[in-house]
Nanobody, 120 residues
Framework: QVQLVESGGGLVQPGGSLKLSCAASGSIFRIISMGWYRQAPGNERELVATLNSGGGYNYADSVKGRFTISRDNAKNTVYLQMNSLKPEDTAAYYC??????????????WGRGTQVTVSS
């Protein structure tokens, strides 16, 4: 099994910064990609940013220029640096990872989520 554990959420004022972390552990053969999604109350879960094993990035238009995704391969950890935060960034942030657990078997895994609240 694979576990994803997020940390770093909290309450921040508009214009502030937060850094989220997500560590993957368990039966990991190879990580294909890791990323972040978010879900605000009443909304569907949406992509924030992803990073694949080849170094390719994908950001939501709403966060481009403000958020940066990065990864520490040695620690199987992905980070999301969030700057210039806005009230509309308020949501539960979920870590996602697409992982091979054997040479043939892969699956998508999700963390439990960490709350980010941007408010004065």
């Amino acid at each position: 099994q694979v576990q994803l554990v997020e940390s770093g959420g909290g309450l921040v004022q508009p214009g502030g910064s937060l850094k989220l972390s997500c560590a993957a552990s368990g039966s990991i053969f190879r990580i294909i990609s890791m990323g972040w999604y978010r879900q605000a109350p009443g909304n569907e879960r949406e992509l924030v940013a992803t990073l694949n094993s080849g170094g390719g990035y994908n950001y939501a238009d709403s966060v481009k220029g403000r958020f940066t995704i990065s990864r520490d391969n040695a620690k199987n950890t992905v980070y999301l640096q969030m700057n210039s935060l806005k009230p509309e960034d308020t949501a539960a942030y979920y870590c996602n990872a697409r992982i091979y657990t054997t040479i043939q078997q892969w699956d998508d895994y999700w963390g439990r989520g960490t709350q980010v609240t941007v408010s004065s």
